[in-house]
């Protein structure tokens, strides 16, 4: 339990309507789903994926896209994969709205 004089709590406080994004990211970056009230899509949420830094098999595709053979090792680096508003997925950069809202919250 602490205590601060009254001028100095009412100067250094503030309502938010949940988590900064630091707080969301590293509830994500343990296992957990962030999202943000602000979304106005159903379902969409940010999933922190800790790549494959050994990594896989090249698929086709992914050969294909990079010159690479079909099964050489695709090395790929920590990312957040956001679930879109039709289900499907897709690598993602938070904006700056995204880093410096609180409105973020854990999907539960």
Known sequence: ?????????????????GLNFGLALEAMKQGRRGTRRGWNG???????QKGYPDGIPCNENTARAWGMKVGELFKCRPYLQLRCADGSFQMWVASQSDILADDWYIVE
Request: avoid cysteine; aromatic fraction near 16%; glycine fraction near 0%.
């Open 1 to 17: 339990e602490s205590w601060s004089p009254k001028e100095v709590f009412e100067a250094a406080y503030r309502q938010v309507d």
């Open 42 to 48: 159903k379902n969409m949420s940010v999933a922190y």
